[in-house]
């Protein structure tokens, strides 16, 4: 296991050791947790955002309802 030193905000640092209280966790397992969670969601040959383009749009034709009703219809 590797030994590092990071610079955390006051806030986040509070909040993390209030999570690791909560749960009877130790702070390092807090952010041990909060590593992987992130690199789960981050994983190796991902695209990056900015390569992603909206998808073109298409023509759906004319609404079911009008305009004026779509609140009404929402809340049925």
């Known amino acids: 296991m590797v030994k590092t030193q ?19 966790m ?4 807090v952010v041990r947790r909060g590593l992987e969670e992130i690199i789960r969601h981050h994983p190796p040959g991902r695209a990056r955002a900015e390569k992603w383009n909206l998808p073109k749009s298409f023509d759906m034709g ?10 009404t219809l929402c809340h049925e």
């Open 26 to 29: 130790s702070f390092a397992e």
């Open 6 to 24: 990071v610079q955390i905000p006051d806030t986040l640092f509070r909040e993390a050791k209030r999570l690791a209280a909560e749960n009877e």
């Open 62 to 71: 004319q609404p079911l309802a009008p305009e004026e009703k779509w609140t």
